[in-house]
């Protein structure tokens, strides 16, 4: 992997998915059930756990936490740089998008697309898109799947 080189992950400046479109009650469910019963659930417990504590040191850090899966979903970008051919690169792609859990849905040229099934994510939410050009591949998708990605191909 000495010859290919990964730039920084930025975060594309749009919505993720599930918040751009109207979201459906199977979509929301389990983050509205995590939000109104899991956390007084859990900030309830540290309560109980140690009642001298101050209240904002629970309630912020549960809350923090309860978001975090938020800003995991959203849309971010990097691109790998190789001194070959990028497609010559596309099946080390491949191998590691699919111990991730994701599967190629479409294959052109110049356009690759990779989805993962989950029950709870639909379209396009969590999908990772690779333009191909003939030095880089640049990869789109949810920043957590991205940073694991770069992870399981510097390997």
Do not use: N
């Amino acid at each position: 992997m000495k010859s290919v080189t990964f730039s920084e992950i930025v975060r594309v400046r749009e919505r993720p998915f599930f918040l751009r479109c109207p979201a459906t009650w199977r979509q929301l469910f389990p983050w509205v059930l995590t939000m109104a019963v899991g956390l007084p659930l859990l900030m309830l417990v540290l309560h109980l756990i140690d009642p001298e504590t101050p209240l904002p040191f629970i309630v912020l850090p549960a809350l923090v936490g309860g978001l975090m899966p938020v800003a995991m979903m959203g849309p971010g970008s990097f691109e790998m740089r190789t001194r070959f051919d990028a497609h010559h690169m596309i099946s080390t792609l491949d191998e590691a998008l699919v111990s991730l859990g994701y599967r190629r849905t479409r294959s052109d040229a110049d356009r690759i697309s990779y989805f993962r099934p989950l029950p709870w994510l639909r379209g396009r939410e969590g999908s990772i898109e690779v333009a191909v050009q003939p030095h880089t591949l640049q990869v789109v998708g949810p920043v957590g799947s991205l940073r694991l990605l770069q992870q399981r191909i510097s390997c």
